[in-house]
């Protein structure tokens, strides 16, 4: 269930509410009351069921990625809806995500660490057979299928093959999840993913942006 439809949910739950209250000593009160309660549950297992599973896959993407990078001690990321596009339509984005090793100096910014693009090149990699893709579209609010040409990536200097391999699939796979991170951190949020006593630590704060 789509976010502007546990909007709707809500609107309707409120309204009958009133309705009910209105109706006062109307025997369908009670019948709708009852209604109300159960779909007042019912939604909040699904918000609870919601966030859980989604943590889950959120925090399963990183493990993968940490497995693969002993040395990386962390993965930033900005994600928000602009209040600006010139003259195009605002709608959510996740910003690219930025590695940091334990190696660099801890003062530097988000925008200085490691990017994918530091691990592996696409511009020699040697072409596969196409696949099909999905990529949700924020105004149409459904996924679209389309074919995409499957590329190996090429490590760069210092970094294995496995490891270009692991950094692709973890930029691929945290786009494709793009409406997961909204619908489980929100926006304009800065969050920052960490490697925590075997399990992934999500530290999540308020992002100034225009």
Same mark, same amino acid.
């Given at each position: 269930?789509?976010?502007?439809?546990?909007?709707?949910? *809500?609107?309707?739950?409120?309204q009958?509410?009133?309705?009910?209250? /209105? *109706?006062?000593?109307?025997?369908? $009160? +009670?019948?709708?009351?009852? *209604?109300?309660?159960?779909?007042?549950?019912?939604?909040?297992a699904?918000?609870?069921?919601?966030?859980?599973l989604? !943590?889950?896959?959120?925090? *399963?993407?990183?493990?993968?990625? =940490?497995?693969a990078?002993?040395?990386?001690?962390?993965v930033?990321?900005? &994600?928000?809806?602009?209040?600006?596009?010139?003259?195009?339509?605002c709608i959510?984005?996740?910003?690219?995500?930025?590695?940091?090793f334990?190696d660099?100096?801890?003062?530097?910014?988000?925008?200085?660490?490691?990017s +994918?693009?530091?691990?592996?090149?696409?511009?020699?990699a040697p072409e596969l057979?196409?696949? /099909? $893709? !999905?990529?949700?579209?924020w105004?149409?609010?459904q996924?679209? @299928?389309?074919?995409?040409?499957?590329?190996?990536? #090429?490590?760069?200097?210092?970094? +294995?093959?496995?490891? $270009?391999?692991?950094?692709? @699939? =973890? &930029?691929?796979?945290?786009?494709?999840?793009?409406?997961?991170?909204?619908?489980?951190?929100?926006?304009? +949020?800065?969050?920052t993913a960490?490697p #925590? %006593?075997?399990?992934?630590?999500?530290?999540?704060?308020?992002?100034?942006? %225009?």
């Open positions: 269930m789509e976010a502007h439809h546990l909007a709707r949910i *809500a609107q309707l739950v409120e009958g509410a009133l309705n009910a209250k /209105v *109706a006062g000593s109307n025997p369908a $009160a +009670s019948t709708m009351s009852t *209604a109300l309660e159960t779909l007042q549950e019912a939604k909040k699904y918000e609870d069921a919601k966030e859980k989604g !943590k889950d896959a959120i925090r *399963a993407l990183f493990k993968d990625l =940490f497995a990078f002993p040395g990386m001690t962390a930033e990321w900005a &994600q928000y809806t602009p209040y600006f596009n010139d003259g195009d339509p959510f984005r996740l910003n690219d995500p930025y590695f940091r334990v660099m100096d801890p003062d530097i910014g988000m925008w200085d660490l490691f +994918s693009w530091n691990i592996y090149s696409m511009q020699d057979p196409m696949v /099909v $893709a !999905k990529k949700y579209n105004q149409t609010k996924y679209e @299928e389309h074919m995409v040409t499957a590329k190996k990536p #090429v490590p760069k200097m210092g970094y +294995s093959e496995a490891q $270009a391999i692991a950094a692709h @699939e =973890f &930029q691929r796979n945290f786009f494709d999840m793009e409406e997961i991170f909204f619908e489980v951190i929100g926006d304009h +949020s800065k969050i960490r #925590v %006593d075997g399990g992934i630590e999500l530290d999540v704060e308020s992002y100034d942006h %225009d």
